[in-house]
């Protein structure tokens, strides 16, 4: 009976080794994972009030939009959030991580550059947090942004826009603020006293102290710069939430995922999450004019041929949409994880604005008209039966001077006269 107790000695060993083996690439798996998505910095704490509130908004059906292609065409209505669009998840995403790690202190002041969204995300949550907010705003930036901040109890300066490389570009700004607030803090006695508040130097960049006009009360707890281009808190805002609730609310049935850029995290955030899920999942990038993404994900450069060759434009973001489009790339957008990208145009985004309120009563900002615009490029390029989710960031109540005034919209040739959706090639 010897060749029976061999087989068996055999079967064992050839066990031992396949159950090596498995908890072997389990654990080479695992690294792998951990390298290619940023671990998560927070603890997750039960949220109350105000900022429970944010987040597990509605997945719509755009029903017009969805008849016209043939596919399911579904919005997050972001615009539904407490303070009125998706940066809401962004800020409480900073704010909260920020106090985790002690870089902000309760009673301190957040500060941000920030075309309007952003900016009013943060001023509707940070006194849900014990905290203040003071933004810096580009004066191009449509006038009602600045008086709901206003209306919030938040202090702002309106600024020229210039170049991110610009000392007084409105970001870099606003990155000085903080610096500012530290100083003061610390002269009266009120800082939060620990490694992070650095009175010389925010996220490597140095205060030109001296050379400031103090704007902080002497009872100012020190400033803290939200930084939402480069801080991944905005990433995990959307991939620790937004993606999965748009994975859930489809029960994981989509096709395909579209949404413009600003900072990058929103599309960052749900692709990388979509992604994980089912690697068949196809992300992609809405670009307005002026701005380089779209280049960067299709050739790989941030620049078109007539730019390289010097004749780029003096002011290059020549578009309407407020919040998307830009030059460069940022630490959110680079973990992306995008099949291809498609142009929009001022002229498509403001039709589509007024087709989508004629047609299915959403009254939309211009970078949810933009993001739909792209849904529809989605539908065309995939073909009818596809599930498309799509971004509605704002409503449109922050865009009533430029993107719904007509005055403003006739000076640019921009009034819009479609019928239907002609001016994307449907009827």
Request: proline fraction near 4%.
């Amino acid at each position: 009976m010897a060749p029976p107790l061999r087989t068996t000695s055999a079967i064992a060993t050839a066990l031992s080794i396949a159950l090596l083996s498995y908890l072997l690439c389990k654990k080479t798996r695992s690294k792998a994972s951990s390298k290619k998505t940023p671990k998560t910095l927070s603890v997750k704490k039960a949220r109350n009030g105000l900022v429970a509130a944010i987040g597990n908004t509605p997945l719509i059906r755009i029903n017009s939009l969805s008849d016209a292609t043939g596919c399911e065409i579904l919005g997050k209505a972001e615009f539904l959030n407490p303070g009125g669009s998706v940066k809401d998840r962004v800020a409480v995403k900073i704010i909260e991580e920020a106090l985790e790690s002690g870089a902000l202190a309760q009673g301190g002041i957040i500060t941000e550059g920030s075309a309007g969204s952003t900016a009013i995300s943060l001023a509707t949550v940070a006194p849900a947090f014990g905290c203040k907010c003071h933004v810096v705003i580009p004066d191009d930036a449509a006038i009602e942004k600045s008086q709901i901040l206003e209306a919030l109890g938040a202090t702002f300066e309106r600024v020229r826009p210039v170049s991110i490389t610009h000392k007084d570009h409105f970001v870099n700004i606003a990155r000085r603020r903080a610096l500012e607030a530290n100083q003061v803090a610390l002269k009266h006695g009120k800082g939060n006293q620990n490694e992070y508040l650095d009175v010389k130097q925010i996220n490597g960049y140095t205060s030109d102290s001296g050379k400031q006009d103090p704007i902080f009360y002497s009872d100012c707890k020190g400033g803290f710069f939200a930084d939402q281009f480069e801080n991944l808190a905005n990433f995990r805002a959307h991939y620790e939430g937004t993606g999965p609730e748009i994975w859930d609310q489809t029960g994981g049935k989509l096709d395909a995922f579209i949404a413009a850029a600003g900072t990058g995290g929103t599309v960052a955030g749900v692709s990388r999450f979509l992604k994980e899920k089912n690697a068949n999942v196809r992300c992609f990038l809405i670009d307005p004019p002026g701005s380089g993404l779209f280049n960067k994900v299709t050739r790989g450069v941030m620049y078109t041929r007539e730019e390289a060759e010097g004749r780029r434009l003096k002011n290059p973001f020549d578009t309407i949409t407020e919040g998307i489009g830009i030059n460069r790339l940022t630490e959110n957008f680079k973990l992306a994880e995008l099949d291809g990208a498609f142009r929009g145009t001022d002229l498509e985004a403001v039709e589509m604005s007024r087709y989508l309120l004629k047609n299915d009563g959403l009254f939309l900002g211009s970078s949810s008209a933009m993001n739909c615009v792209g849904a529809v490029r989605v539908a065309q390029a995939l073909g009818p039966g596809h599930t498309i989710v799509t971004i509605l960031c704002d409503s449109g109540m922050r865009h009533l001077s430029k993107f719904y005034d007509v005055g403003y919209l006739s000076k640019y040739g921009l009034m819009p006269s479609a019928v239907g959706l002609e001016f994307l090639g449907l009827k």
